[in-house]
């Protein structure tokens, strides 16, 4: 997993990934969110554009990076998540019966 790292003017700063999001590559993005909290910025945007898949292994650094911003008096939100065009997905819909 790449990533990069860019600032906004207001001081937030937008972390971009670029890759699965996995067990291999969690503790990656675990450091990185903790080396952005440690040099001062504890407002943190994950842009996942171009991250095609998510396990819980990446769930769980994306928590932790929430934790590591919150007690350093900032937040973590998240960017561009959501279904990529060319994914199949399915929906089944439930009655009551």
């Known amino acids: 997993m790449e990533h ?3 600032y906004t003017d207001g001081g937030v700063a937008i972390l971009r990934l670029q ?3 996995n067990m291999v590559s969690a503790p990656a993005v675990r450091e990185a969110v903790a080396s952005l909290v440690a040099e001062g910025s504890s407002r943190v945007v994950v842009d ?3 991250v095609p898949f ?4 990446g769930l769980g650094a994306l928590i932790g ?3 590591s911003t919150r007690q350093a008096g900032g937040d973590l939100r998240i960017a561009s998540a959501g ?3 060319g994914s199949s997905s399915s929906s089944r819909t439930w009655s009551g019966s």
């Open 4 to 6: 990069s790292v860019t």
């Open 48 to 50: 996942l554009a171009d």
């Open 65 to 67: 990076g929430l934790k």
């Open 54 to 57: 998510l396990d819980s292994s």
């Open 83 to 85: 279904s990529k065009s």
């Open 19 to 21: 890759g699965n999001l």
